[in-house]
């Protein structure tokens, strides 16, 4: 024992001595020079328990002090838009002078008249910008700098201050990633050492799978702008349409041996439908940014890196409507401080770059105010004027559902849209009433509707640091058209046919190429009701139904025939779905007691996931399996699998690995 307790004292003795560090930052390390504060507004630590970057800040904590600042400020109004999947509030704070807010509806109707005539006056106009905060919750530099800055805007005094609320409506977003943030911020906290470790072998730094990237589903919601699937990206698409800001900013946080970026990026990696003067003033609005990092000492960068192409990102969705999206990447501590090749990299010192990039946004808003909003005047009215007069045609004469869904989301961008009023064939595709629509190209978000349904197959730079191609009626696999006309337009009254049951005494036949035909039978079938798929088409009476249809028997099963029906009518209008009526099992093709119909299982689901896999596969089987077809899974961590009996699942999805992981 005293040997190897002996070695041990002398091995520990060769160890290298690790730099420690001591986290205690004061506002003071973070706030302006030469401004007073108003001492009857809470300072963070007032409220949370600490300066912000001695601990990570959790989304509660956040939204505590957010809450607390619009109860003891004038200057603030906060709203709670929604929840995300953890049931967290997806909050919005609008920040001006007292006088703007009283009279908030007003600037924003005037505001919005700046899209839509080209005879506004923006002379005295505030300016509208939107700061958003850490999307991916493990880059949680922006939404802790989030703390500092609403601060800043509530208790800051002198005309400064006061020129810059008056002249300006900031619509600060705390948390874009609620359940990622809250995520994250436990795991860092749960592992800091008093005498902080910045070795980057320490557990701190390197998070369990999936890690705090993504939201409830393992989403990264920085590319769900334009599809705006989640709760996340719908409130917040609400929120940009109804302001339509002049500037976006998007606060990230990048690998840890880089410095500060900011946009533009690489020029050659712009999307052709953005104007060449939105890159223009972007780059203008960087040297508000130089100049602010070059006070402070900071390191940074632009020009060199990221692109400016899909437009489902945050930093490039506004780019396409009229405003200027810019994207911040931040050097990331990952933790509280870790080891770089510029020295210690502190979160401290993160949130402090974060926060001068929010102030330098601030102040270039209000010193190109005019230009930026004559900028977006222009930028509709140049959109008028090359809008066509014809429409797009998409659908799939199959599937209702998930015509609706494309439909859902170009609503939700205030893209207006028109059922066809008759069946008609168009280079040899099928459009029929009640299963697709017209999309007229002459409206207000004509360009935005241009970037999701053109195809774009040549680029100026074969380079992409993301997504290069999103069509969206191809992405959901369905017929469209780029020029149709109008004529065909009908009314919504042509899409609101009722879903039907169709009453019989031996069969009930449902068509499974519907968007939610797999939910409904999952419902059957936990019912206890016997059903069974067809392996080959069949015909019956003037229809046709394809393989894979299912047969739902009237008889032995422990519904009787009024009760099913009854169940099948409350599934039909839950799904929007119709069950059809089968008179007689005679037919064209296999007859329905054909053992050709095979009987269907409930199907018990298990899904892999944990190191190796990809969290965003994994996490899109999760999201379509819990959210739309409401069938639950097993999700099997692969470390505990020869630990599980695997013959009680009737399925095993494995989804793709993590060597295929989006950066």
């Known amino acids: 024992m005293k040997k190897h307790l002996a070695f041990l004292l002398f091995s520990l003795n060769l160890l290298p001595v690790l730099a420690q560090v001591q986290l205690d930052p004061a506002m003071q390390d973070y706030l302006p020079a030469n401004t007073s504060y108003n001492d009857q507004i809470p300072l963070p630590e007032d409220i949370i328990g600490f300066v912000p970057g001695k601990w990570h800040v959790s989304h509660d904590k956040l939204i505590e002090y957010m809450k607390a600042l619009s109860v003891a400020s004038d200057r603030i109004q906060i709203e709670n838009r929604g929840k995300t999947y953890e049931d967290r509030g997806l909050y919005l704070l609008t920040i001006s002078s007292p006088s703007n807010l009283r009279n908030l509806e007003e600037i924003r109707t005037n505001h919005l008249k700046n899209t839509t005539s080209d005879q506004i006056d923006n002379s005295t106009a505030p300016i509208v910008v939107y700061q958003g905060f850490s999307i991916h919750g493990n880059e949680p530099s922006g939404s802790n700098a989030a703390l500092i800055l609403a601060y800043h805007l509530a208790a800051a005094e002198g005309p400064e201050i006061e020129s810059l609320l008056n002249n300006t409506v900031i619509l600060l977003d705390p948390s874009l990633n609620p359940d990622g943030l809250q995520r994250f911020a436990g795991w860092v906290n749960q592992h800091k050492s008093d005498l902080v470790n910045p070795d980057n072998y320490d557990r701190e730094y390197d998070e369990v799978w999936p890690g705090g990237r993504t939201n409830h589903y393992w989403f990264d919601m920085n590319r769900d702008w334009l599809p705006a699937q989640l709760p996340e990206s719908q409130a917040r698409i609400a929120t940009f349409h109804k302001w339509l800001p002049n500037i976006l900013t998007d606060h990230h946080e990048m690998g840890t041996n880089a410095t500060f970026f900011f946009q533009p990026g690489i020029p050659s990696r712009t999307h052709p439908l953005t104007p060449k003067m939105n890159q223009e003033l972007t780059r203008r609005i960087g040297e508000y940014h130089a100049r602010a990092f070059d006070k402070i000492g900071s390191l940074y960068y632009t020009e060199e890196s990221y692109d400016d192409f899909y437009y489902g990102k945050g930093s490039t969705f506004p780019d396409i409507n009229g405003s200027v999206g810019i994207l911040f990447e931040q050097a990331s501590s990952r933790g509280h401080a870790q080891e770089s090749e510029n020295g210690i990299l502190t979160f401290p010192f993160t949130i402090k770059n974060q926060f001068t990039a929010a102030l330098s946004t601030l102040e270039a808003a209000q010193g190109m105010r ?278 009680k699942y009737t399925t095993i999805v494995v989804p793709a690995t993590a060597a295929q992981k989006m950066r």
Do not use: C
């Open 370 to 647: 005019a230009e930026l909003l004559n900028y977006q005047k222009d930028f509709y009215t140049n959109a008028r004027k090359e809008a066509g007069k014809d429409a797009y045609i998409f659908g799939d004469a199959t599937d209702a559902n998930r015509t609706k869904a494309l439909a859902d989301i170009l609503s939700r961008h205030q893209i207006k849209l028109k059922p066809v009023n008759q069946d008609f064939t168009k280079n040899g595709k099928l459009f029929k009433k009640g299963y697709a629509f017209m999309v007229p190209k002459n409206q207000k978000n004509s360009r935005l509707l241009q970037a999701m349904f053109e195809k774009r197959t040549e680029f100026q730079d074969s380079l992409f640091y993301d997504i290069s191609a999103w069509t969206l009626p191809l992405a959901f696999d369905m017929d469209f058209e780029e020029q149709g006309s109008l004529d065909l337009a009908g009314s919504m009254s042509d899409m609101e046919e009722s879903p039907r049951v169709e009453k019989s005494d031996f069969a009930y036949l449902l068509r499974y190429n519907d968007y939610y035909a797999p939910a409904a039978l999952y419902q059957i079938l936990s019912e206890g009701i016997r059903a069974k798929v067809a392996m080959q088409p069949f015909g019956l009476s003037d229809r046709n139904y394809d393989y894979g249809t299912i047969l739902i028997p009237v008889m032995n099963q422990e519904k009787n025939a009024e009760e099913l029906e009854v169940f099948l009518k409350n599934l039909s209008k839950r799904f929007n779905i119709n069950f059809e009526a089968a008179p007689t099992g005679l037919t064209s093709g296999i007859d329905l007691g054909s053992r050709q119909f095979r009987a269907l299982e409930l199907p018990k689901i298990a899904v892999l996931i944990g190191e190796g896999i990809n969290p965003y596969d994994a996490g899109e089987i999760w999201h379509l399996m819990d959210q739309r077809y409401q069938i639950p899974i097993t999700k099997i961590d692969l470390q505990d699998i020869n630990r599980k009996d695997l013959n």
